[in-house]
């Protein structure tokens, strides 16, 4: 069965670096999001991205963050300047498109984040 | 924006008993309503979702029932079995809206007590 896949598993940064997060998403899928998990704590929505331009952004989703899609497959998440309080398992979710019966989201395995 | 709240935050029960987990919501405009189960260190896995248009969905030992009056809705796990150990999440979201992002509720943590 296709599943969402991500990279790396941990990384670990400085503060004040920049990263990137990937996600390569189910293939037919159309709907790609990104969460974060800090640790201990609840699943919180980031964004959610649909026909190469973001649809839906929290209040975490500022400034400092930004996705892309750069190909026919990968989905990434670009921290620019990582803060210590931005130390989280993030996860990409997939979905197939925007029909009520195909509304399950499908999560990847997570990236952990570490800031120093 | 939506917020959800789910309780309880730990719950025990004995192998083969039941449980329920138990969410409200605020925003009326909330139309799909998962729930994820994850364990330690891996991803959230969807085990059951309803839809605002139905009250009630089973699937084998698991349920979730809908009130959108009440706006809460819950899961209920009968014959608990030690693998059923983990934490489950609820989740709520406009879906089909163009604001489908998912409010989490903060997570129940479930014990299997042999």
């Known amino acids: 069965e296709p599943e969402v896949t991500q990279t790396p598993s941990h990384q670990v940064t400085q503060m004040g670096q920049e990263v990137i997060l990937r996600c390569v998403p189910i293939?037919?899928?159309?709907?790609f999001y990104w969460y974060r998990q800090i640790l201990g704590q609840k699943v919180e929505f980031l964004v959610s991205f649909y026909n190469n331009e973001i649809s839906e952004k929290s209040e975490i989703f500022d400034d400092q963050f930004s996705v892309e899609r750069p190909d026919g497959s990968n989905f990434t998440l670009k921290i620019r300047s990582t803060k210590l309080e931005d130390s989280a398992m993030y996860f990409c979710a997939s979905r197939v498109s925007s029909a009520p019966s195909t509304d399950t989201q499908y999560f990847g395995p997570g990236t952990r984040l570490t800031v120093l | 924006g939506e917020n959800v709240e789910q309780h309880p935050s730990t719950l025990s029960v004995q192998e083969g008993d039941s449980a329920v987990i138990k969410c409200t919501y605020s925003d009326s405009a909330s139309n799909y309503f998962p729930w994820y189960k994850q364990e330690l260190g891996k991803r959230p896995q969807l085990i059951i979702d309803i839809r605002s248009n139905v009250g009630e969905k089973k699937d084998q030992r698991i349920a979730v029932t809908l009130n959108k009056t009440a706006k809460h809705f819950s899961l209920h796990i009968t014959e608990t079995q030690p693998e059923d150990s983990a934490v489950y999440f609820c989740?709520?979201?406009?879906?089909?809206?163009?604001?489908?992002?998912?409010?989490f509720g903060k997570g129940t943590h479930l014990i299997i007590q042999p």
């Open positions: 989740a709520a979201s406009n879906s089909g809206g163009g604001a489908d992002g998912l409010t």
């Open positions: 293939s037919n899928h159309l709907y």
